[in-house]
């Protein structure tokens, strides 16, 4: 299943169930917010979390990605050569929140594999 935040607020998860809309952080400069839909992931969601960070301009999502690969997570950001911006995945290599960074045509079957029960982790 695929989200996509249609408004200018942000998506998030309401609780391990439930998605919906908030405005807060009121403050934050990017909205929707992948850091706040992120954040919201490592609070409720009880399984595994496949965070991907494509194109894009600034840091946004980067800090969030950084905290659900600590919790153990997969995560992949774009890599330069496949991105038209390359701020966002950047940002999230930068900082090691990218457990992979890969190709845009590289990213859907890597998670496809991921899906289907192959294993990231190492030993």
């Given at each position: 299943?695929?989200?996509?935040?249609?408004?200018?607020?942000?998506?998030?998860?309401?609780?391990?169930?439930?998605?919906?809309y908030?405005?807060d952080?009121?403050?934050?400069?990017?909205?929707p917010?992948?850091?706040?839909?992120?954040?919201?992931?490592n609070?409720?969601w009880?399984?595994?979390?496949?965070?991907?960070?494509?194109?894009?301009?600034?840091?946004?999502?980067?800090?969030?990605?950084k905290?659900?690969?600590?919790?153990?997570h997969?995560?992949?950001?774009?890599?330069?050569?496949?991105?038209?911006?390359?701020g966002?995945?950047?940002?999230?290599?930068?900082?090691?929140a990218?457990?992979?960074?890969?190709s845009l045509?590289?990213?859907?079957?890597?998670?496809?594999?991921l899906?289907?029960?192959?294993?990231w982790?190492k030993?």
């Open positions: 299943m695929v989200l996509l935040a249609g408004t200018a607020d942000h998506l998030v998860f309401k609780s391990a169930e439930r998605v919906g908030t405005p952080p009121v403050a934050q400069v990017h909205r917010s992948v850091d706040v839909f992120f954040d919201s992931c609070r409720f009880r399984g595994d979390v496949y965070a991907v960070l494509l194109t894009g301009m600034g840091r946004d999502g980067a800090a969030s990605m905290k659900l690969r600590d919790k153990g997969y995560t992949v950001a774009q890599d330069a050569a496949s991105s038209a911006v390359y966002m995945p950047k940002a999230a290599a930068d900082l090691g990218a457990v992979q960074v890969l045509e590289a990213i859907a079957p890597r998670l496809a594999q899906v289907a029960g192959e294993t982790r030993g």
